[in-house]
């Protein structure tokens, strides 16, 4: 008993200010003790104020005492060291920030060990020992030391929850059953648990066994990423093998028509310079009859005239070009608009085959688990995205915003542009994004309009079903007319709502999901699609009826 006096006593031997066992131990004129150390830090950043105090009691000294050390508690520590006692002392044994404090002790509180479900309290080894020994409270439930335990005890009454509700599923305690939970039905709270315990067991099972079927989709999975990352560097490899291949071949090509043309060029040029050196010959020997001929046109002897005049007038076939087949500036051009023709050609080859390619690439899939879609508008949010009207698909009876994401119907023709993608006939306009993935926008809409989602390539200028939402195969639309419906490839699904302005539109492209949504305080599912998407789907609207409709792409925070 004396060892666990000395024991509870054990703060007595601590410094106040590192708390730990006195070491080098001082006492000040107050007669409270520490550390020489701490007492010598904790005064030094006091020497600017010339006063300095206890941190205990905050009595003040002028000047600064001296410090001596206490020879007295110096040797007492010693023997409480050789004694063993100094275990029951450190900082590990008292209750710290996050520790469960015993509540019986006084002072500085020690850890609790255990947490008694009975005595609604919480015990260090020392106070703990009771239950035990005393055979009354062997009886007790006695759990790990738990700052909870205060949970046990009813709000209401201050006394022990015992009772469970199963009506209210809440604990309570037996004032409870006899007051507000009167007639309910009602079981300790053992036999809840026993029965739970039962529940507890096969729910572990089953997340068990969803914890293995995970791990086993892990494994799947990062399979699969080794497997895209060895299928990618692969096609990496193989495209840009493909491709060099063909600048090689383009450069052979350049290079073969480059020796074509220097070797007809050396042919022609030395052909000009054969006929150059003719025409030389020729104008010489001209010359020379020019010379004899004035000659003897000089000469007054008749019979010498015209014995030679025969012979110097005739003239020797003449080598002369006809002009007709000089062409100026113009001898190798048509190589080169051949070479240019080739060039379109491929350009036009390769522009058409691009987007094929791109949506290739992004068609690559892995068998992922699918999310759960979302219920609520806080999580379709998540997915919002914003859209914008295409100016240049806009049917001229349309007048779009500025931003572009508001279309107006109008009585007379705008002003726009002649564009290849524009809708001719159908009062309609897409969007200017084209969305993959998961995605959700909202349509406010008055009056009449048909919500739609397309592919790109959809008909523009017939006025016929191709080229209307939701009456072919690359669309599908739903009518917000004086009665609702879905519509695709021209089949109608009537929907019974009753009116409302505001679309919400969830797409999810890799799953095939297409739904629509009328959005209020909640979300109510007004038609959903299972299908396959092959392209990016734009969203569109198609304004049929009144001049005066409208329907707005909603900027979603």
Known sequence: MAQQGIQLDGAKFCCSICLDLLKDPVTIPCG????????????????????????????????????????????????????????????????????????????RKLKALKSCLVCLASYCEQHLQPHYDAAPLKKHKLVEATVKIQENFCSCHDEVMKIFCRTDQQCICYLCSMDEHKGHDTVSAAAERTERQKELGVSRQKIQQRIQDKERDMKVLQQEVEAINLSADKAVKDSEKIFTELVRLIEKRSSDVKEQIRSQ?????????????????????????????????????????????????????????????????????DVTAAVSEARDKLQAILT????????????????????????????????????????????????????????????????????????IEWWQV????????????????????????????????????????????????????????????NIKTPIPVTRFSRVGVYLDHRAGILSF????????????????????????????NSKGDTAELCKLK
């Not at 690439?361 to 009207?389: C, G, H, M, N, W």
């Open 32 to 107: 409270h003790s520490y550390c020489m150390s701490c007492i010598k830090s904790c005064w030094d950043e006091e020497d600017q104020k010339k006063i300095h105090s206890c941190p205990q009691c905050r009595q003040t000294f002028i000047p600064r005492p001296d410090l001596v050390k206490n020879t007295v508690l110096a040797e007492l520590l010693e023997e409480l060291k050789k004694t063993g006692l100094q275990a029951a002392l450190p900082d590990r044994c008292y209750a710290g920030p996050g520790d469960v404090a015993c509540d019986v002790c006084t002072g």
């Open 265 to 333: 060029q050396k042919v022609e040029a030395s052909r000009a310079e054969e006929l150059q050196e003719k025409l030389k010959q020729d104008i010489a020997e001209l010359r020379r009859k020019d010379a004899e001929l004035e000659q003897l046109s000089h000469t007054e002897d008749h019979i010498h005239f015209l014995h030679n005049y025969t012979s110097l007038s005739s003239l020797s076939e003449s080598t002369d070009l006809p002009s007709s087949n000089i062409h100026p500036l113009r001898y190798f051009e």
């Open 352 to 423: 058409e085959e691009w987007p094929k390619i791109s949506w290739t690439v992004t068609q690559v899939d892995v068998l992922l688990p699918q999310p759960r879609e979302p219920k609520t508008r806080a999580e379709f949010l998540q997915y919002s995205r914003q859209i914008t009207l295409d100016p240049n698909t806009a049917n001229t009876n349309l007048s779009l915003s500025k931003g572009n994401r508001k279309a107006t119907l109008m009585g007379a023709e705008q002003l726009y542009s002649s564009h290849p993608d524009r809708f």
């Open 430 to 489: 897409l969007s200017r994004e084209g969305l993959t993935g998961r995605c959700y926008w909202e349509v406010e809409h008055r009056g009449q309009v048909s919500i739609a989602v397309s592919y790109k390539d959809i008909s523009r200028t017939r006025k016929t079903d191709e080229c209307k939402f939701g009456c072919n195969v690359k669309s599908w639309a739903l009518d917000c007319f004086k009665s609702y419906q879905f519509r695709y490839n």
């Open 517 to 544: 949504y009328s959005v209020s305080e909640t979300m109510t599912l007004l038609y959903r699609v299972q299908t396959t998407f092959t392209q990016p789907l734009y969203p569109g609207l198609w304004l049929p």
